[in-house]
């Protein structure tokens, strides 16, 4: 059995697949535990052409309101 169907089978209103194929949790997107992934998150979050952050408590809490 597929992810997909586990979690489609498996009804919790939490979690769910979006028609793009984004895992989402608790209407955020789920990053698996990977370094590399999470260091290209927090580098684009930092470096993006429309960052704008007073500090890194900010920029945490930004990014905690799209990700899990």
């Avoid at 698996?32 to 704008?52: D, M, R, T």
């Amino acid at each position: 059995m597929n992810l997909r169907n586990v979690i489609v089978n498996c009804k919790l209103k939490e979690v769910q697949i979006r028609s793009n194929d984004c895992l989402m949790f608790r209407d955020r997107i789920s990053v698996l535990k990977n370094q590399k992934l999470i260091q290209k998150i927090l580098y684009e979050a930092h470096s993006g052409c429309l960052s704008v952050h007073p500090g890194s408590t900010k920029m945490h809490n930004d990014l905690k309101k799209l990700y899990w």
